[in-house]
């Protein structure tokens, strides 16, 4: 299965405990990959030692079901081959969106991947909104 289209599908189950690295991890395994590139006989770069901020746009899409988010996100249903699509994107992490449609509280996890090497027409379209059933448990 290709990443990006797994990697849609995942941050679209909440039941899936999130994959955050503690700050404690993240500082080691950043100590060994710096560790590494110092042995590496290349000019042209430099290490740093900076942490990487998240883009703030990111932020929502990253955090698992939005952490408070207003709804359980869905798989965006409509696949992108023919009909128009309209909706507006409220996050975004690499080519993972997390999009609403007009007219409604629910929240799509939309692959973005899928658009490649497709025309894309900008504009005022609307998908349809599909019948969704939020979790009984």
């Given at each position: 299965?290709p990443?990006?289209?797994r990697?849609?599908?995942?941050?679209?189950?909440?039941?899936l405990?999130?994959?955050?690295?503690?700050?404690?991890?993240?500082?080691r395994?950043?100590?060994?990959?710096?560790?590494?590139?110092?042995?590496?006989?290349?000019?042209?770069?430099?290490?740093?030692?900076?942490?990487?901020?998240?883009?703030?746009?990111?932020?929502?899409a990253?955090?698992?079901?939005?952490?408070?988010?207003?709804?359980?996100?869905?798989p965006?249903?409509?696949?992108?081959?023919?009909?128009?699509?309209?909706?507006?994107?409220?996050s975004?992490?690499?080519?993972?969106?997390?999009?609403?449609?007009?007219?409604?509280?629910?929240?799509?996890?939309?692959?973005?991947?899928?658009?490649?090497?497709?025309?894309?027409?900008?504009?005022?379209?609307?998908?349809?909104?599909?019948?969704?059933?939020?979790?009984?448990f």
């Amino acid at each position: 299965m290709p990443t990006v289209l797994r990697s849609g599908r995942l941050a679209a189950d909440p039941r899936l405990p999130p994959r955050r690295p503690g700050p404690a991890l993240n500082r080691r395994l950043a100590a060994e990959v710096r560790d590494l590139l110092s042995r590496v006989p290349a000019d042209g770069f430099g290490i740093v030692d900076e942490p990487w901020l998240r883009p703030g746009l990111a932020e929502v899409a990253c955090l698992p079901n939005g952490a408070g988010a207003r709804t359980a996100r869905h798989p965006y249903p409509h696949g992108f081959d023919s009909g128009d699509h309209g909706f507006g994107i409220a996050s975004l992490s690499g080519s993972c969106a997390v999009a609403g449609l007009a007219g409604t509280d629910l929240e799509f996890i939309v692959n973005l991947g899928l658009l490649k090497a497709r025309t894309v027409l900008l504009g005022e379209y609307k998908s349809d909104v599909p019948a969704v059933q939020e979790s009984l448990f």
